[in-house]
């Protein structure tokens, strides 16, 4: 058969795709990975018995905006990585600032702080296991959005594996937040953001076996 034979029988089947196929995918993925890091919350942790007075301070909200940022940053990413050939543009820099702001806040109170209570600051008490505990929240999202990538045609595997896994991340730390104790910046800025970079790199890791066309 020849090649313009070839491509005229692949090409006569073809049935248009809908403008927001890609953002339904990922949305459905985004929705399906936060269910399931809820219920492994609800499974592994339980329900924190004082929530109704701990949704009426202002930095719980404070705490999970932080996440909710990184989220509406990456599902742009996300969705530019799952298009082969598209630009990224500033998708990377928009997922990438809340983390700055974090990093550069929590800089701020540590340098305002005395220095004999700065490592109290960033340690709180439940810095063993609060990183672990975020990475394993964000696995049923992780597995979620590699699902939805496999239905894509990322061209840049790592890249996308690198995103889904910044992504999970984010959704792990605002599923965490929902029962972590830790009210300081600091803290966030340490053990949070080395959760998404573990995360991250995850994503990354297996994202050339995962998504391999």
């Not at 006569?12 to 990922?26: F, K, M, T």
């Not at 459905?28 to 399931?36: E, I």
């Amino acid at each position: 058969m020849k090649t313009r034979d070839l491509v005229a029988r692949l090409a006569s089947d073809v049935s248009p795709v809908e403008r927001n196929a890609v953002s339904r995918v990922l949305n459905r993925a985004l929705m399906l990975g936060l269910a399931g890091s809820a219920i492994l919350l609800v499974l592994l942790y339980g329900v924190r018995s004082d929530m109704p007075e701990l949704i009426l301070t202002t930095m719980f909200w404070t705490r999970l905006a932080f996440p909710l940022s990184i989220i509406a940053g990456a599902i742009h990413l996300a969705d530019r990585l799952g298009r082969p050939g598209a630009s990224l543009g500033l998708a990377w820099l928009a997922a990438a600032l809340p983390i700055a702001a974090m990093l550069f806040a929590a800089a701020g109170i540590l340098m305002a702080t005395p220095p004999g209570y700065r490592l109290q600051l960033m340690l709180g008490t439940t810095w063993r296991t609060t990183t672990a505990s975020i990475v394993l929240l964000s696995l049923p999202s992780l597995a979620a959005m590699m699902h939805a990538m496999r239905q894509l045609a990322p061209t840049r595997l790592a890249l996308a594996g690198a995103g889904a896994g910044l992504l999970a991340g984010a959704q792990g730390v605002l599923v965490y937040s929902l029962y972590c104790a830790e009210m300081a910046v600091p803290f966030w800025g340490v053990w949070y953001v080395l959760a998404i970079v573990f995360t991250t790199a995850i994503g990354a890791a297996i994202a050339p076996r995962c998504l391999r066309w």
